[in-house]
Structure formats: C-alpha cells, structure tokens
C-alpha cells in the first residue's frame, strides 16, 4: 500500500482543514489507518486512528473534540478533519496504515507499516 497525504496549508487560529491519504493498492480496506504529526527537534506523536471499518476511532487527549479521523473505503481515503486550530497544532502529518484485525485500532508508531510522505499544517496566531 502505498500512501499519499495532502491537504495541508496556512491557516490562521481558530480555522479549519481536512487532510486527505489516498491509497494505492487493493488492501486499504483491510487496514487500520492513523494520522501522526511531528515538529522540529520532537518526535512523531500519536494524533488519530480508525479501524478498517471506520466504526472505531481513538484520539490523542491534545485533539479529542477537535480532530474527526474518518475513512472512505470506496475511495481508498482517510481524512483527518480539524477545527479550531491553534499554533500548537503546526507539524507535519502524517498518515499511516496497516493490515490489521476489524476490531483493532493502532495508536502507535511501531504498529504501522506503511507511511505516507507528510503534509505541512502552518497555524498562524
């Protein structure tokens, strides 16, 4: 499976964007999919994951109520929905995938296998 995300940008404080992760390949659907982001000198942290069905999300306490992760089978796509950015919020995202039981969702790094290259999300104050 290969990975590409899009969808990031400049954004002032309190707006919104949707990234976006296309797959390539036949086996998205039976992938647990998540999003990451990472800033300079930080290490790649945990954002949002979703099931193979989209029935099951988890979110990193900094996001929940902000961040909406969802999926689109059909269309072999992953969206990361978020409003009211703030500065903090500025990073690469990424998104992630692998093959992976219905039921499971995958909150770490270690659990993925395939990457996508990143975006960059630019929150101005």
């Known amino acids: 499976v290969q990975l590409q995300a899009y969808g990031g940008g400049l954004v002032q404080a309190g707006g919104s964007l949707r990234l976006s992760c296309a797959a390539s390949?036949?086996?998205?659907?039976?992938?647990?999919m998540g999003w990451f982001r990472q800033t300079p000198g930080k290490e790649r942290e945990f954002v949002a994951a979703i099931n193979r069905s989209g029935g099951i999300t988890n979110y990193a306490d900094s996001v929940k109520g902000q961040f909406t992760i969802s999926r689109d089978n059909a269309k072999n796509t992953v969206y990361l929905q978020m409003n009211s950015l703030k500065p903090e919020d500025t990073a690469v995202y990424y998104c992630?995938?692998?093959?992976?039981?219905?039921?499971?969702?995958?909150?770490?790094?270690?659990?993925?296998?395939?990457w996508g290259q990143g975006t960059q999300v630019t929150v101005s104050s």
């Open positions: 992630a995938g692998k093959e992976a039981i219905l039921s499971r969702v995958l909150v770490t790094e270690p659990d993925y296998v395939y």
């Open positions: 390949g036949r086996t998205f659907s039976r992938c647990a």
